[in-house]
């Protein structure tokens, strides 16, 4: 079984340009996450999607930040412009179902961004 | 809110020597509880975990009991090897299928 899957791995921007990352979650999977995990520091939530609705998405910055997941499949992380302090891995990961959610959670390698 | 606290790292050990990496909460309800390791240049990988009170996670020689006297999920392992040096995440859910909150990590390394 394939696991979840991100692209880039890694990503240089310079601060006020625009970034994406993608994440394509395990097959099957209805719950997809991401997380931020700044250095020194363990993930953070940002948003939380349940096929291809929010279900919470309170720590994620709207003003800069934002996430789709259309089809309810692979879904996108965007950041627009860039701050010094977005610097982080964004980890993606998913989980069968909600409730699988709370008993386990998949994650992929991660993008590591730096902003310069 | 919900919070999860660890010890600080980095923590050095010699290799054999036995392991403690401690781990308290702060939840309302009933969490479960999750040690998770990310090994250098991988990804998050689920050590064990616990969904209840009294029960003991294990998994590759390494235990944690759910405490919640004490709010507590200590991670232990009675002799470490070098491939175990990694970075060690204490976490929780709150069981409705929502996020992880994790704490800091903690760093181990394991020395010959």
């Known amino acids: 079984e394939a696991g979840v899957a991100q692209s880039p791995r890694y990503k240089i921007i310079e601060k006020r340009q625009s970034v994406a990352f993608w994440c394509n979650p395990i097959?099957?999977?209805?719950?997809l996450y991401w997380y931020q995990q700044i250095l020194g520091q363990g993930p953070k939530l940002l948003i939380q999607f349940q096929n291809n609705g929010v279900v919470d998405d309170s720590q994620l910055p709207k003003d800069r930040f934002s996430a789709e997941r259309l089809k309810g499949v692979d879904s996108t992380l965007k950041i627009q412009p860039a701050k010094l302090e977005d610097s982080a891995v964004y980890l993606c990961?998913?989980?069968?179902?909600?409730?699988?959610?709370?008993?386990?959670?998949?994650f992929g390698p991660g993008t590591r961004l730096t902003v310069t | 809110g919900n919070s999860v606290t660890q010890m600080e790292g980095p923590v050095t050990l010699s290799e054999e020597a036995f392991l403690t990496i401690n781990c308290t909460y702060t939840?309302?309800?009933?969490?479960?509880l999750f040690w998770y390791v990310q090994y250098p240049g991988e990804g998050l990988q689920l050590l064990l975990k616990a969904t209840k009170a009294d029960d003991k996670g294990s998994n590759k020689g390494f235990e944690a009991t759910y405490r919640k006297e004490t709010t507590s999920f200590h991670l232990e392992k009675g002799s470490v090897q070098v491939s175990d040096s990694a970075v060690y995440f204490c976490?929780?859910?709150?069981?409705?299928?929502?996020?992880?909150?994790f704490g800091q990590g903690t760093e181990l390394s394991v020395k010959p």
């Open positions: 976490a929780l859910t709150d069981n409705q299928g929502g996020k992880l909150i």
């Open positions: 097959s099957g999977h209805a719950t």
């Open positions: 990961a998913s989980s069968l179902d909600r409730a699988q959610g709370a008993r386990e959670q998949y």
């Open positions: 939840a309302t309800g009933y969490p479960s």
